[in-house]
């Protein structure tokens, strides 16, 4: 049978002292005596007692941990590789300023459930629509946090990149090359997108392919749009799909370079191809598509930095410090060996 764990107030029989002395040897050692605080650690080390980490973080009301809020199972955010470059951003943050990093997926399926459990001193926020409820929520509490990938919210700083911009080069890119038929495989905006429309930066990179089209003469309803969940597998899916289709695309826009690798995948299973037959183009520059092959024309966005910058902001918000404004960051179009005129 396993022996029951000392606690405080054995310490404080054994010494003969209060309990309160107890506390004060481990966390405020300028209240008591030298000579009285050497007996008392004696004493626990005789005992084998170790003060509660967790108990001593509520009484100091600090964690010096941050938490990454995210809509996702954990599952499906370790899939996608983007979300370890935000994390080592997020990371290397943490390590210079003495902050553990914790994840916090949905609590049965809400991300409401899942902010009262985690000890953290703020979040970072990913994902979310700022008129949800967590958001609501965290301003009630009066949690320190920061959006990304989301709109702007007052009150709460935020990181962002220029998807309009960069979805928007990526595309008038293609249209230039001579291609008409487009495909786009769009992010998943979720069960609500028909009483709300498109939100955050799925709306922002619509909205760049749409400023492409219109130089063209062209507009969304001329594009084939399938929106699937950011896997891998889900983008080859919705490819075998598409081109399945009369007169099925020959150029696929993924509004990521996970679906585009899976866009890839179901071409080379069908002997389609890339980029002679069909073209395809990502977006984040993740660090598999310099050497997939073909090499992955995209569009690059800093989530490092995305993620450096959070916490910093976070970091900042944690200590009282000036609030920063929203940060947006630029993107670039990385051409390689995955486009090419049309046939």
């Known amino acids: 049978m396993r022996s029951r764990k000392p606690t405080s107030s054995d310490v404080a029989a054994a010494a003969g002292v209060s309990r309160s ?23 626990a080390e005789d005992l084998g007692y170790r003060p509660s980490t967790l108990g001593r973080m509520l009484q100091a009301g600090t964690t010096n941990s941050i938490g990454v809020l995210f809509p996702q199972r954990l599952a499906q955010v370790m899939e996608n590789p983007y979300y370890s470059r935000f994390l080592m951003g997020a990371g290397q943050v943490c390590d210079r300023e003495g902050y553990t990093l914790l994840l ?5 399926d809400s991300v409401l459930k899942a902010i009262p459990y985690a000890a953290v001193d703020g ?37 962002e990149v220029d998807d309009r911009g960069g979805a928007g ?20 905006p ?5 009483e709300r429309g498109y939100r955050g930066p799925l709306a922002r990179r619509l909205a760049g392919i749409s ?9 969304l309803s001329d594009v084939r749009l399938a929106e699937v ?8 899916r919705a490819t075998q799909d598409l081109m399945a289709q009369p007169d099925p695309p020959t150029a696929i826009v993924a509004l990521s370079d996970v679906l585009a690798y899976g866009a890839v995948d179901a071409l080379q299973e069908l002997a389609v191809d890339v980029p002679s037959a069909v ?27 995305k993620g450096r910058i959070a916490a910093d902001f976070l970091i900042s918000a944690i200590r009282g410090e000036d609030q920063h404004p929203h940060q947006m960051l630029g993107t670039s179009l990385i051409i390689r060996d995955s486009t090419a005129k049309p046939a």
């Open 21 to 43: 002395a107890v506390s004060f040897a481990f966390n405020n050692p300028q209240r008591i005596a030298a000579a009285t605080r050497e007996r008392i650690l004696s004493v």
């Open 104 to 108: 916090t997926p949905p609590l049965q």
């Open 123 to 159: 979040f970072i926020v990913c994902g979310l629509e700022v008129d949800r409820g967590e958001v609501a929520e965290l301003d009630r509490r009066g949690i320190p946090f920061v959006l990304i990938d989301s709109d702007r919210h007052e009150g709460a700083p935020s990181v």
């Open 169 to 188: 080069e990526v595309a008038r890119y293609l249209l230039e090359l001579g291609h008409r038929r487009l495909a786009v495989l769009s992010i998943d």
């Open 190 to 194: 979720g069960p609500r997108v028909s």
């Open 211 to 219: 400023d492409a089209l219109a130089d063209f003469g062209l507009d």
């Open 229 to 236: 969940p950011v896997t891998r597998t889900d983008g080859y």
């Open 279 to 305: 073209s395809v183009t990502g977006f984040d520059d993740l660090a598999e598509s310099a050497w997939f092959r073909p090499r992955l024309t995209t569009v690059r966005q800093p989530i490092v930095t």
